[in-house]
């Protein structure tokens, strides 16, 4: 799929919005674009990773060649950064391409949970994933209550998240892990609400839905995909049955 045909499925779900708004109806047209972008980046990792995981060379390439997995890896916090950090030196059509690229990279290494855990699982904890999601977003988007301050908490979290993460690679606690999931089901379901308002902000900002603004759709978009990604695994791991 390029960015054309990416593109196309944007706008033939919300319609072509490249003319200039008010801000109180720029705000609705950019969040739909937000959500559309991050709903077929859900598609494009889920169909990737189910196809990765029924192609035995795919799996076995991945699962056995550690090359190819930390490149993988290396390739998406590439992807992510360059999309975050650069959005301003990119075209709406390179920045959509990254996304999908990174989409696709990501489904690929995600694939080994239908090794792990039990298609019912599976299936179970992402319908868990998007209720949760929805709920925290709906919070977010609604509340009048800033949550700045507890964005800085998170973020905080979030790094000692990593740090324990990286701790338990080398000493294979269980029951550290256990609590390493726990929390990054808290630290994800608040950013997902300190996200949507943050975003939410942002874009109400915009007079217009023009390639700039859409440009931020996209990075948060982005922002949304990687906290519905990341709490579907915490939970997974939590709620999964394991094979």
Same mark, same amino acid.
């Given at each position: 799929? @390029?960015?054309? @045909?990416?593109?196309?499925?944007? !706008? *033939?779900? *919300?319609?072509?919005?490249?003319?200039?708004?008010? &801000?109180?109806?720029?705000? &609705?047209?950019?969040?739909?674009?937000?959500?559309?972008?991050?709903?077929?980046?859900?598609?494009?990792?889920? =169909?990737?990773?189910?196809?990765?995981?029924?192609? &035995?060379?795919?799996?076995?390439?991945?699962?056995?060649?550690? =090359?190819?997995?930390? $490149?993988?890896?290396?390739?998406?916090?590439?992807?992510?950064?360059?999309?975050? #950090?650069?959005?301003?030196?990119?075209?709406?059509?390179?920045?959509?391409?990254?996304?999908?690229?990174?989409?696709?990279?990501?489904?690929?290494?995600?694939?080994?949970?239908?090794? =792990? %855990?039990?298609?019912?699982?599976?299936?179970?904890?992402?319908?868990?994933? /998007? /209720?949760?999601? #929805?709920?925290?977003?709906?919070?977010?988007?609604?509340?009048?209550?800033?949550?700045?301050?507890?964005?800085?908490?998170?973020?905080?979290?979030?790094?000692?998240?990593?740090?324990?993460?990286? =701790? !338990?690679?080398?000493?294979?606690?269980?029951?550290?892990?256990?609590?390493?999931?726990?929390?990054?089901?808290?630290?994800?379901? #608040?950013?997902?609400?300190?996200?949507?308002?943050?975003?939410?902000?942002?874009? %109400? *900002?915009? @007079?217009? /839905? @023009? *390639?700039?603004?859409?440009?931020? /759709?996209?990075?948060?978009?982005?922002?949304? %995909?990687?906290?519905?990604?990341?709490?579907?695994? %915490?939970?997974?791991?939590?709620? $999964? !049955?394991?094979?």
């Amino acid at each position: 799929m @390029d960015y054309k @045909d990416f593109d196309r499925m944007v !706008n *033939e779900a *919300e319609g072509n919005y490249t003319r200039s708004y008010r &801000p109180s109806t720029t705000l &609705p047209v950019l969040m739909r674009k937000v959500y559309t972008w991050m709903a077929l980046a859900l598609v494009i990792t889920g =169909v990737t990773a189910y196809g990765v995981a029924t192609t &035995p060379s795919l799996i076995e390439a991945i699962v056995m060649n550690r =090359v190819l997995f930390w $490149g993988l890896v290396i390739a998406e916090f590439g992807l992510v950064f360059g999309i975050s #950090g650069m959005l301003h030196k990119l075209s709406l059509a390179t920045a959509t391409l990254m996304f999908i690229a990174y989409s696709v990279i990501n489904g690929a290494l995600l694939s080994v949970i239908f090794l =792990v %855990y039990t298609m019912d699982s599976i299936g179970m904890v992402f319908f868990i994933t /998007a /209720a949760t999601f #929805g709920v925290m977003a709906l919070i977010g988007y609604t509340t009048k209550t800033d949550l700045t301050k507890m964005g800085s908490i998170l973020f905080m979290a979030l790094i000692g998240l990593i740090i324990a993460t990286v =701790v !338990n690679m080398f000493v294979h606690s269980s029951g550290l892990q256990l609590i390493i999931s726990y929390a990054g089901v808290l630290i994800f379901v #608040g950013l997902t609400a300190y996200d949507t308002q943050k975003i939410k902000q942002m874009l %109400y *900002e915009q @007079d217009s /839905a @023009d *390639e700039s603004a859409q440009k931020l /759709a996209l990075v948060s978009a982005l922002s949304l %995909y990687l906290d519905f990604v990341n709490l579907f695994i %915490y939970l997974l791991r939590i709620l $999964g !049955n394991r094979k």
